[in-house]
């Protein structure tokens, strides 16, 4: 499974931003989605997470609200709607595929549930 992201780049703070993750060398059916980030200096942080089949979704306390994860089926692709931007948004955005099973709800966040990585995308929030 080859993950492709981009969408990345420099937005005021308040401003959007749409992240897509296009996938390759594998028919999503079952797995778990999700996007991670790594700001400056942190350790790489869930962001979000979508199951591919069924479509619930799961959001870090800290972008609940401003942020919304979604999936297009026919495309194969991951998609991470940003809104209301601030400045600690700013990092590295990764996606991520788990294997073939998706994780269990209380490991949705957990880095070691996803098998698949993307190469990431720079997002900078200016203030």
């Known amino acids: 499974v080859q993950l492709q992201a981009s969408g990345g780049g420099l937005v005021q703070a308040g401003g959007s931003l749409r992240l897509s993750c296009a996938a390759s060398g594998r028919t999503f059916r079952n797995e778990g989605l999700a996007w991670f980030r790594q700001g400056p200096g942190k350790e790489r942080e869930f962001v979000a997470a979508i199951r591919w089949s069924g479509g619930s979704t799961f959001y870090a306390d800290s972008v609940k609200g401003r942020f919304t994860v979604s999936r297009d089926n026919a495309k194969q692709t991951l998609y991470l709607q940003m809104n209301s931007l601030t400045p600690d948004d700013t990092a590295v955005y990764y996606c991520?595929?788990?294997?073939?099973?998706?994780?269990?709800?209380?490991?949705?966040?957990?880095?070691?549930?996803?098998?698949?990585w993307g190469q990431g995308t720079l997002v900078t929030v200016s203030s």
């Open positions: 991520a595929a788990s294997g073939a099973s998706r994780p269990i709800i209380s490991a949705v966040a957990d880095r070691t549930s996803y098998y698949y």
